[in-house]
């Protein structure tokens, strides 16, 4: 099977799974046998998939890739890649990027964290963006324990207006969500 093959199969699989139609069995099996026979592992297959989605400008695979690499709990070897995919507009999974940057990230994505203030999709538009804002708060918090007060401060001008007080007492107390 080609690579192409395997990317469209996988993408019917993750569509089949997130509707509740297919199996975590089903899938393994798949992948399986997609690398049998192939001097590749899963963890390469993934970042096929994942830079054959960016390629394409494919939102639905980038969101696929998002949630196989989760199921798979390989989610944190994509890391470099989620963060170069977090600013981009022709997808709309920043917030599970975000989160996943939560679990796994450390202060290097502090950067890239606060470029997300400035994005302004509709889809993160919900509550005057004060979910997004609100999971990029305490990211930055979790991920840079040390400066994030600093960070923080220096992005209160943008962040949501519903949000302010909890930035506030975040910065001030040191509180936890």
């Not at 899938?27 to 830079?51: A, Q």
């Not at 960016?54 to 890391?79: Q, V, Y």
């Not at 502090?110 to 005057?128: G, M, Q, R």
Request: charged share 25%; glycine share 6%; with cysteine.
């Amino acid at each position: 099977m080609n690579s192409q093959d395997v990317f469209e199969g996988l993408d019917t699989l993750m569509d089949s799974f997130i509707g509740g139609e297919s199996s975590y069995q089903e899938i393994s099996y798949f992948i399986n046998e997609s690398i049998s026979g192939r001097d590749i592992d899963i963890l390469d297959l993934l970042h096929e998939y994942i830079e054959d989605g960016i390629k394409n400008k494919d939102g639905d695979r980038i969101e696929f890739c998002i949630a196989l690499s989760g199921l798979l709990k390989k989610d944190k070897f994509l890391l470099n890649v989620y963060k170069q995919l977090l600013c981009e507009g022709w997808h709309s999974r920043q917030e599970d990027i975000v989160d996943i940057i939560g679990c796994y990230g450390d202060a290097s994505a502090v950067p890239v964290l606060i470029k997300c203030f400035d994005l302004k999709y509709d889809w993160l538009a919900l509550n005057s963006f004060y979910s997004f804002h609100r999971k990029l708060m305490w990211t930055i918090r979790n991920v840079d324990s040390r400066n994030y007060k600093e960070t923080l401060r220096s992005v209160s001008k943008k962040v949501s207006p519903k949000l302010k007080a909890e930035l506030n007492q975040c910065i001030v107390n040191s509180m936890q969500p």
